[in-house]
């Protein structure tokens, strides 16, 4: 086995990481993973990348150590162009970057914080989600795992703020309303094709969906409130659009090895 494969570093959980896990798959690029312990992630990002940031995902390829999820779809476009993620057309390119962009940033923090936030208030359930989810030997003790969850999660993004929590769900509604404004009558955000846009909001709309082939179990209840929250929204188009993405463009990926 080849010592040269990519490495990409990200959290099994992770809408952000799911980016990363998706455009590599998209690309068939066979790479190696490694998940480390939620918390633990931070120092081991520290070091991978020299002190200059604390998340994943991060890609080492080619020598080089990529972090954030957009750097790693650019890097992966330049690298392995086919199939493309990015349109030919110069104002599509745009059009679609931009739309990456508005997702990132006012989807991608807010609705993490309101998933953590309403697994912090459902212990039962939560405990239930790290059964299926979490890492090593943090699985065979679910309880501790979801109390470990809470502290690291309250500590790094504040999901016990009710009024942080109330901002991330209308931010989540915003981003759903731009969603299906840009769609309009097309199956795409960007032209006829699948692009770097539809990829980032369908993968960073998954732990409102739940759709099959994401990284969630979407067969464990969710938390009563995110429950609540979503399903007046089962029946809008764009939440139907996340699913129909991913049953489309979610192929498997080429992994070489897992840890």
Known sequence: MSDTLPT???LDVSHYSEKARWALAFKQVRHRRRAPVPG?????ALFLTRGTRITLPILQMDGSTIDDSTAIIAALEERHPEPP???ADPEQR???LELEDFFDEELGPHIRLLAFHELARDPERYAAVMERTAPGALA???AAAAAYGRVLTGLRFGVHDDQAAELARAKVLAALDRLEEELGSGEYLVGDGFTVADLTAASLFNPLVL???GP???DVPR?????SFSAPLEERRGFEWVSEMYERHRKPAKVAAAA
């Open 40 to 44: 633990t992630h931070i120092p081991i």
């Open 211 to 213: 759709p099959d082939g």
């Open 140 to 142: 065979k003790v679910p």
């Open 8 to 10: 990409l570093w990200h």
């Open 94 to 96: 745009r059009r679609a």
């Open 85 to 87: 993620l990015y349109p």
């Open 216 to 218: 969630l179990p979407n």
């Open 223 to 227: 938390p009563k409130g995110m429950d």
